[in-house]
């Protein structure tokens, strides 16, 4: 059976890319901070920035899948030595072992914030990089490392951009965790500015198939692709609106001046929509999952969870507010 790593594995899309591993019968070692609660799962507690912890977990594994990082431009705000260390270290650290464990291939998961305000949109894979935020720059570096890698070294690779992925369980740091959270909650959707900025959403599940055809398809070897869903673009006042009628809790939007939020003009991306020609011709990837059939699973499972969701938007919002006072 072959074995793959996943570092980052009790994270966001780190549990979702691991349950699509095993279900297409791959062993899989998870290496994260902390504990991955998944059946089948090999867990290993450790970090990025400690080279045995890596070499424990990737023992026997022929494929990396490296997702352990400081997500998101909030983070990377008031974080910004942890991001860039993180990141841009631990990325090398991964792919030092990588060469010296004779890994056969790295997929290592990007993010759209690499593209910075685009040109044009939709983004394609050779649009420039003008990363605005420390997250988006440490991302940047880590494709040039594993490049680089390849290189000097010949470890093949697959690179995935990731646009606004969404999920059930997606933690209360995020637009749509936020204003779904909330919606359930009877609680105020902030909208920054006029709610015009432009994003395209794509959900957990599509995103982590897009990820794990990096290793099963050998197309993508050396190779960097957008995995998101160029279907449906949508504003953020358009969304809260959907989000609203959907949880049926009217009357919850909140406009907030961008010089009153914890944005900024300067760093705020506009418009965020994905070219996913490339990955649907190479991969054979298209985003299954449509806007209203996530939205409505989400809420669905959030309405039904309400206890836990309190708890989230309580513990998410307390260590924003630490992040904030330093």
């Given at each position: 059976m072959t074995k793959v790593l996943v570092t980052g594995g009790s994270g966001f899309v780190g549990r979702a890319a691991i349950k699509n591993l095993l279900q297409k019968e791959f062993a899989v070692n998870a290496l994260d901070m902390y504990e991955v609660d998944i059946p089948g799962v090999n867990n290993i507690q450790g970090s990025v920035l400690n080279a045995a912890d890596i070499n424990r977990a990737m023992a026997g594994c022929e494929?990396?899948?490296?997702?352990?990082?400081?997500?998101?431009?909030?983070?990377?705000?008031?974080?910004?030595?942890?991001?860039?260390?993180?990141?841009?270290?631990?990325?090398?650290?991964?792919l030092k072992a990588c060469v010296e464990n004779k890994v056969k291939k790295i997929v290592f998961?990007?993010?759209?914030?690499?593209?910075?305000?685009?040109?044009?949109?939709p983004i394609s894979e050779d649009d420039p990089?003008?990363?605005?935020?420390?997250?988006?720059?440490s991302k940047?570096?880590?494709?040039?490392?594993?490049?680089?890698?390849?290189?000097?070294?010949?470890?093949?690779?697959?690179?995935?951009r990731y646009f606004n992925v969404y999920g059930p369980d997606q933690a209360n740091s995020w637009v749509m965790s936020k204003f779904t959270n909330n919606a359930v909650l009877g609680r105020k959707l902030d909208i920054y500015g006029d709610g015009t900025q432009v994003r395209a959403f794509c959900h957990v599940n599509d995103s982590a198939e897009g990820l794990v055809q990096g290793i099963v398809n050998p197309k993508s070897d050396n190779d960097v692709f957008n995995i998101g869903n160029s279907k449906e673009q949508i504003s953020m006042k358009d969304l809260a609106q959907k989000i609203?009628?959907?949880?049926?809790?009217p009357d919850l939007l909140n406009f907030i001046p961008m010089e009153e939020s914890d944005r900024?003009?300067?760093?705020?991306?506009y418009k965020r929509v994905p070219d996913t020609e490339k990955a649907r011709k190479i991969l054979g990837f298209e985003a299954?999952?449509?806007?209203?059939?996530?939205?409505?699973?989400?809420i669905a499972?959030?309405?039904?969870?309400?206890?836990?969701i309190k708890e989230e938007v309580k513990r998410t919002e307390e260590f924003e507010e630490s992040l904030k006072n330093g």
């Open positions: 494929y990396v899948v490296h997702l352990a990082a400081v997500l998101g431009v909030s983070k990377s705000t008031y974080m910004p030595m942890e991001c860039l260390d993180v990141n841009i270290i631990g990325t090398r650290n991964i998961s990007s993010s759209s914030e690499v593209y910075g305000e685009p040109d044009k949109i990089l003008q990363p605005k935020s420390e997250y988006g720059h940047v570096v880590g494709e040039e490392y594993v490049k680089a890698c390849k290189k000097q070294f010949d470890l093949d690779y697959t690179i995935v609203v009628d959907i949880a049926d809790r900024t003009k300067e760093r705020e991306i299954q999952i449509s806007l209203n059939q996530g939205l409505k699973e989400i499972y959030k309405q039904q969870n309400i206890e836990k």
